[in-house]
């Protein structure tokens, strides 16, 4: 077999998916999938290239200072295996710099190409939990390789996670503002301790958050949805947030919760026929911020698909 087929036969394919974390209390702990993607092509070639296409697709055609080729470079190197330049056809529909779950779908990415063109012998937990650490945190991550709504947790050096599916009907209406917001940044508002009241609002809010999902109960969302840990102190740089809130459970809306770290809100949707009026009454509250972008969802049952399978075996 020549080198030039040998290389087009280790060719790797991956779709993720975009995610939105906490969904209110589930502070660092909850997410959902949702069905729009990031989409890769790579081979080996005689040096790095990347033919990016979709959203951000300037910043994600970027040699340097990119997140994917970054982690990919630096597990190779970890591992002891040589870095073998990649030819990267990249297809992107996750808001960067969103709270849309960008950085765990480019981490994954990163990571599942670094098993595949270094053959690795790793499992999909332990790519997963690589991902965790890196992202500091197992919700977006969790949730972008498994699909579906997940809860996660880091344990002994290992995450554990159960997932469910979401009733099929149900919508995601993500709200994007004209700005983006560092990860960074939404983290820097937040206090370093909470009184127990809002611990226990937080604790009941996030059981029925889980119980709600498992049982297809939207009627539970806008309590369960509420948080007093984190979106509070978020509000202040996440503008659209406190406008959006008072909605749920109203116009078919069934909760609001700020997607992720922001500045992104997520309003989860009983079904697909409610989305004009909601969308009506989304733009009558924002009144006077600059427009928004809608995106619309459902809740993707699938994690990664694609050629990570074949590297994991």
Request: proline letters at 5%.
């Amino acid at each position: 077999m020549s080198e030039e087929l040998k290389a087009r036969c280790r060719a790797f394919r991956l779709r993720l998916p975009a995610t939105s974390a906490n969904l209110g209390p589930g502070f660092d702990a909850a997410a959902i999938a949702l069905d729009f993607y990031l989409e890769i092509e790579a081979e080996e070639a005689p040096e790095f290239a990347i033919a990016a296409s979709g959203r951000d697709q300037e910043r994600c055609g970027k040699l340097d200072d990119n997140l994917i080729l970054s982690v990919y470079k630096r597990i190779l190197q970890r591992c002891d295996r040589p870095v073998v330049p990649l030819a990267i056809r990249m297809k992107n529909g996750i808001p960067l710099g969103m709270g849309c779950g960008s950085s765990a779908a480019g981490r994954l990415a990163g990571i599942a190409l670094a098993v595949h063109f270094g053959e690795l012998d790793w499992s999909s937990q332990r790519i997963l939990e690589e991902a965790c650490e890196l992202e500091g945190h197992p919700d977006n991550a969790a949730a972008c390789w498994l699909g579906g709504f997940v809860t996660a947790a880091s344990a002994g050096g290992k995450v554990h996670m159960a997932q469910v599916t979401p009733p099929a009907e149900w919508r995601a209406l993500v709200v994007i503002p004209a700005e983006s917001l560092a990860t960074v940044k939404a983290r820097a508002v937040l206090p370093a301790s909470y009184s127990r009241a809002d611990a226990v609002a937080n604790i009941q809010s996030v059981s029925l958050l889980g119980l709600a999902f498992a049982q297809g109960r939207g009627d539970l969302l806008s309590i369960a949805m509420q948080d007093r840990i984190h979106q509070p102190y978020r509000a202040v740089i996440c503008p659209l947030l406190p406008r959006l809130l008072p909605l749920a459970g109203s116009h078919g809306i069934l909760g609001v919760a700020l997607s992720g770290a922001g500045p992104a809100v997520l309003v989860i949707m009983a079904n697909e026929a409610g989305l004009e009026g909601a969308a009506h009454a989304i733009r009558q509250a924002l009144e006077g911020i600059p427009e928004a972008e809608f995106m619309v969802s459902g809740v993707s049952q699938y994690g990664a698909s694609g050629d990570w399978e074949r590297a994991s075996l």
